[in-house]
């Protein structure tokens, strides 16, 4: 059979790009089909907007915090509408930039959504992106899936009400109360959002300690950050109802709590996206909750289709799509060795103020493997001794495995927490030693510092005495 293409890429999001780009790098002829954003969810409904997002809920308190050095600027109001109206100009240039970039490396483009028509045909069919389309079948030798996840809402009564983080990035107006459910990575980062801003936010969950999976002893120091930012939670609890009501929804939780708030913001967790994709007429296989398997090449349960990124539904982090994306198209065409990442050390970073950041094992995790010297420390950053904001604590901690001294996980909270640890991602990647931290030079005055000072060990677990 002949193909009209030696690679067609569903997906123009993080991991698709980034592989559509490679492949054609390499000398295939490579065709891409996007339904709704051109550069997927992180450019247009997640990291970029979020971060902006989050850039901007922190200059309230940046004007408190200079009263303590001699400034005497007022916080003000801030406009929703003027930030979302720039955010959304800077998206709209960076989705321009992705079509040309695409269009630049000779990839031939499709707007609609696509559906397998069989394992080596799909058919396009129109989408927001293009409702007019006439649909068309399109042939490729390889087909790869990189289609993303998309938002779950819990399944209660009025859940109809909530929004999702796809409708957070267009409100019209910024709600004056929030509830927020769930304590993810979006939960939290959307609380801070919201608060920086000026809403009234209580978030919900059912932990006794926000983000599940992360070292113990970081989620607390993340539940007090929230508390000192001004968000009421409530831990252990489930809502059972919302209701609207003349003054907006009523939040019913399972402990017989009735939150009243103007938005209901559901982030309780997404789920690969592969609706009307037609798996079934290409014999790809899915697991629990619809993700694609695949193995170690990427290589789905049908011979010549792949899957990369968050339908995959492992690191679901944009690095990581993209990765995948690269290392696939160098292994499926390259003349050369294909370009590899260290995942098990991928870092990862929550971004609410102060901002939250991790590599490696927790210490929850590493205690499977043996003994550990444990590293922690907690300070007020120099910043804030003039600022007077007492309880923004930076919090740090090392986990070392004892028998080799190595450094096997590395958390910071605290101010800059992502843009520092991104260094220390490398010496852990490169399974550097305590001995190496200690033997590095500081930088003076900074709170990275004290990555490279902690000498005394805080504690040994489990104690071996
Ligand atoms: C609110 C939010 C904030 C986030 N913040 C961060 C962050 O700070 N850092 C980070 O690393 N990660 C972050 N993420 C996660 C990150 O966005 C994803 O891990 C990443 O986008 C996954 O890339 P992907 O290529 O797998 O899928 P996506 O980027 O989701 O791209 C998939 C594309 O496929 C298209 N598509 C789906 N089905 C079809 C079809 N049938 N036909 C044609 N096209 C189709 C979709 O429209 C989409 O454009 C965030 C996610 C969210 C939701
Ligand atoms: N900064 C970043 O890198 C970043 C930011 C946002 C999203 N992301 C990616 O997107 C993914 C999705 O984010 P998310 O925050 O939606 O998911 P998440 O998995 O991080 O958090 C989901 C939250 O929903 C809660 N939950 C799930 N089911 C529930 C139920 N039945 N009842 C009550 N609570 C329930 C969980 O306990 C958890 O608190 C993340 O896992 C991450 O991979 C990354």
């Not at 922190?58 to 406009?79: K, P, V």
């Not at 609609?112 to 042939?139: M, N, Y």
């Not at 982090?317 to 995948?324: G, R």
């Not at 939250?356 to 094992?361: D, F, I, Q, T, W």
Request: proline share 4%; hydrophobic share 40%; net charge neutral.
């Amino acid at each position: 059979m002949s193909h009209e293409f030696d690679l067609l890429v569903i997906g123009a999001g993080s991991g698709g790009v980034r592989c559509a780009r490679i492949a054609a790098s390499h000398g295939a002829r490579v065709a891409v089909v996007e339904s709704s954003h051109w550069g997927g969810t992180c450019v247009n409904i997640g990291c970029v907007p979020k971060k902006l997002m989050v850039q901007a809920s922190e200059y309230g308190d940046l004007i408190e915090d200079s009263h303590g050095f001699g400034w005497s600027s007022t916080r003000g109001t801030h406009n929703w509408a003027t930030l979302i109206a720039a955010k959304d100009k800077e998206i709209s240039r960076l989705n321009g930039i992705y079509v040309s970039m695409l269009e630049k490396a000779g990839i031939t483009l499709f707007t609609g959504h696509a559906r397998f028509k069989d394992a080596q045909s799909v058919v396009i069919e129109p989408s927001v992106l293009a409702p007019d389309a006439t649909p068309r079948t399109v042939t490729a030798k390889r087909i790869v899936i990189a289609t993303g996840s998309t938002p779950v809402k819990l399944d209660i009564p009025g859940a109809d009400y909530a929004i999702t983080s796809d409708d957070a990035f267009y409100l019209k107006e910024r709600p004056q109360r929030v509830v927020l459910i769930g304590s993810g990575y979006i939960g939290i980062e959307f609380a801070g959002i919201f608060a920086g801003l000026g809403s009234t936010v209580d978030m919900v969950y059912r932990q006794d300690l926000p983000l599940r999976g992360f070292d113990e002893d970081m989620r607390a120091a993340m539940k007090e950050a929230i508390t000192a930012r001004g968000i009421t939670q409530h831990s252990h609890a489930s809502p059972t109802q919302i209701e609207k009501n003349d003054t907006g929804y009523a939040v019913t939780l399972d402990n017989g709590q009735v939150l009243q708030t103007d938005c209901v913001f559901m982030a309780t967790g997404r789920r690969p996206k592969i609706d009307s994709l037609g798996l079934e007429n290409a014999g790809v296989q899915t697991a629990k909750g619809g993700r694609i398997t695949v193995n170690a090449q990427q290589e789905t349960s049908q011979a010549g289709i792949y899957a990369i990124g968050d339908v995959t539904d492992r690191i679901n982090l944009t690095p990581v799509a993209i990765a995948e994306g690269h290392h696939l198209a160098d292994t499926l065409y390259s003349k050369e060795p294909p370009r590899t990442w260290s995942l098990d050390t991928t870092p990862k970073a929550v971004f609410f103020s102060p901002p939250m950041a991790s590599v490696g094992l927790s210490e929850e995790e590493a205690a499977k493997n043996g003994v550990l010297d444990i590293y922690f420390t907690r300070f007020t950053p120099m910043r804030h001794t003039l600022s007077g904001r007492k309880d923004r604590k930076t919090v740090m901690k090392l986990v070392v495995d004892q028998a080799s001294q190595k450094v096997v996980g590395a958390h910071i909270l605290g101010d800059d927490a992502a843009e520092m640890l991104q260094g220390v991602a490398i010496a852990v990647t490169a399974g550097l030693r305590k001995i190496d931290f200690d033997r590095t030079v500081g930088i003076h005055p900074t709170s990275a510092e004290e990555l490279v000072t902690l000498r005394t060990r805080t504690r040994e677990t489990p104690k071996t005495a």
